[in-house]
């Protein structure tokens, strides 16, 4: 098993185009979640962040470019890449729906394996191991496509849930995650995992990363977490 499935948030009022898009995101291996209204969206977002939001830009009550101007406005949601859908293909709104923060744009009626190429595309921008991308920190190398891991040229050994742990530190080196955040990324949120259940694992990557040799890279952050470098 390789790195956590991409979460996509599709926000679209017409049920129709809504089940179309979750059947084709869903056939590409993705979970999705549904929202029918902005707000639902924003509560959706605020209970369990989307890797990817494809957002119809006519939505009941809150419109789409508005619900787009407060996810990028906040520092916790303005890297979730957004795909504006319109049925609406003047470039004048294109040029709004950008200037507004959102990373793509597409006008209805939309190319399926058009979108599921840009939805990808953004996708190898901000979780690159979850599309099969190649990550690389220090003399630490991951190609998420073929399961592999060296370092110093040195295959290791890693289970899969140290494969996913070391998948979402090399995504954002730096960024402390909490236990919390860990369990909902590698494990998902419905599977029952005490927190303690990641210190395990933590320890387990820590002894293949080391296994021939060289420095921890993983840094424990005290009453915070953990995180590579």
């Not at 955040?181 to 927190?195: A, K, N, T, Y």
């Amino acid at each position: 098993m390789g790195a956590s499935r991409p979460r996509v948030l599709i926000v679209e009022d017409e049920a129709a185009q809504r089940e179309v898009l979750a059947y084709n995101l869903e056939s590409e291996g993705f979970v999705v979640s549904r929202a029918a209204t902005g707000d639902e969206a924003l509560l959706l977002v605020a209970e369990n962040p989307p890797d990817l939001i494809l957002l119809d830009w006519m939505l009941p009550g809150v419109s789409g470019i508005e619900i787009c101007r407060r996810l990028k406005m906040r520092t916790d949601t303005r890297a979730i890449p957004v795909i504006m859908l319109s049925a609406n293909g003047e470039d004048v709104d294109k040029v709004r729906g950008l200037e507004t923060g959102a990373d793509d744009y597409m006008a209805k009626p939309y190319s399926v394996i058009e979108l599921m190429a840009r939805v990808r595309a953004q996708l190898r921008r901000t979780r690159p191991a979850a599309v099969g991308g190649r990550l690389e920190f220090d003399d630490i190398l991951l190609d998420a496509e073929t399961h592999r891991v060296t370092r110093a040229d040195a295959p290791l050994k890693l289970g899969p849930t140290e494969f996913r742990l070391l998948s979402t530190f090399m995504e954002r080196p730096g960024r402390v995650w909490s236990r919390e955040q860990l369990l909902d990324r590698v494990w998902g949120r419905d599977v029952f995992v005490d927190s303690r259940t990641v210190d395990v694992h933590i320890g387990r990557l820590r002894k293949a990363l080391c296994q021939n040799g060289g420095e921890d890279p993983v840094r424990t952050v005290r009453g915070a977490g953990y995180a590579l470098g």
